[in-house]
Nanobody, 116 residues
């Protein structure tokens, strides 16, 4: 099994920065991709960014140029550096892992609040 735990959320003013961390434990060798999703109140969950074990990244258009996903799959850590934050970035951010033979794994989520 693989477990994911997020950290790093909080309250920040517009224009500020936060770095989210996703720590994986268990059989992390099975992980082949990790992504960050977010869900704002009354909205559907949306993909923010994803990184594969090979280092390929992909971003939602709304965060391109502001957010950077990085990670070390051998250590089981993935980060989301968020710069130039906007009030519309306010949401619960969830780490998602995809593991061979396991499927999707979700963390518990971390709240990010951006004040105007």
């Amino acid at each position: 099994q693989v477990q994911l735990v997020e950290s790093g959320g909080g309250l920040v003013q517009a224009g500020g920065s936060l770095r989210l961390s996703c720590a994986a434990s268990g059989n992390i060798l099975r992980l082949y991709a990790v992504g960050w999703y977010r869900q704002a109140p009354g909205k559907q969950r949306e993909l923010v960014a994803v990184i594969t074990r090979g280092g390929t990244t992909n971003y939602a258009d709304s965060v391109k140029g502001r957010f950077t996903i990085s990670g070390d799959f051998t250590e089981g850590t993935v980060y989301l550096q968020m710069n130039s934050l906007k009030p519309e970035d306010t949401a619960v951010y969830h780490c998602n892992g995809r593991a061979l033979g396991v499927g999707d794994i979700w963390g518990q989520g971390t709240q990010v609040t951006v004040s105007s």
